[in-house]
Structure formats: structure tokens, C-alpha cells
């Protein structure tokens, strides 16, 4: 059974960067993707990055671009979220999410396995 535990959400200031840790076990995850999605108070859970295993391309949410960077530690079986430039509107709880698949959908249906989430709260 594939477990996802995330962990390192917090409460920081615009500007400021967070990183999470998504704990992954259970499969060998080579021909997986690998992904993070975020739910803000009465929205839905929407996409934010994510990259597949084996070749490592990696997919950004146009208003997270150029701010997080997912990555990841094969030894670890550990996936990461590096959040900079921190906004208000990043608030949310940040899911780990993974999918047997080889090419990363931002539709929640499409992901086989969800962690319990983290939240993250961006004060201005």
C-alpha cells in the first residue's frame, strides 16, 4: 500500500519560503509521477507541480512558476516542494500526490494515491 506523509507547512510572512517533505512507501516509484496540489479555504483542490520518476520532466501551475521547484531524493524516496516568494494566496493545505502514469494530469481524478496534507498560511 503506497503511504505519502507530508510535513513541513507552517505559518510564514509574505516573501518568506517554506519547503515540504513528502515521505513516500510502499512501491518502487519509477514509473510514477509525482505531484503536489494545494486546497485554499471554499476552492478546490487545484494542481501546483509535479514531475515524473523516471525521466524527471517537471510541470509548474502558472501562478506557482518561477517561485516553487519541486525536486526529490531518490535515496529517500522523498519528494520536495520549495516555496519562495511566499503570497497570501498561497494559503492552502498542500497535498502530495502520486499516480501510476507518464505524463502528470492536473485533474485530481487522475492520482491514485493522496497524503493527509499540510497547511501552509501566508500572512501579509
Known amino acids: 500500500q503506497v503511504q505519502l506523509v507530508e510535513s513541513g507547512g507552517g505559518l510564514m510572512q509574505a516573501g518568506g519560503s517554506l519547503r515540504l517533505s513528502c515521505a513516500a512507501s510502499?512501491?518502487?516509484?519509477?514509473?510514477?509521477?509525482m505531484g503536489w496540489f494545494r486546497q485554499a479555504p471554499g476552492k478546490e483542490r487545484e494542481f501546483v507541480a509535479a514531475?515524473?520518476?523516471?525521466?524527471?520532466?517537471?510541470y509548474y501551475a502558472d501562478s506557482v512558476k518561477g517561485r516553487f521547484t519541486i525536486s526529490r531524493d531518490n535515496a529517500k524516496n522523498t519528494v520536495y516542494l520549495q516555496m519562495n516568494s511566499l503570497k497570501p494566496e498561497d494559503t492552502a493545505v498542500y497535498y502530495c500526490?502520486?499516480?501510476?502514469?507518464?505524463?502528470?494530469?492536473?485533474?485530481?481524478?487522475?492520482?491514485?494515491?493522496w497524503g493527509q496534507g499540510t497547511q501552509v498560511t501566508v500572512s501579509s
Open positions: 514531475f515524473t520518476w523516471s525521466g524527471g520532466n517537471v
Open positions: 510502499g512501491r518502487t516509484f519509477g514509473s510514477y509521477v
Open positions: 500526490a502520486a499516480a501510476l502514469s507518464v505524463v502528470p494530469s492536473t485533474s485530481i481524478k487522475s492520482w491514485d494515491y
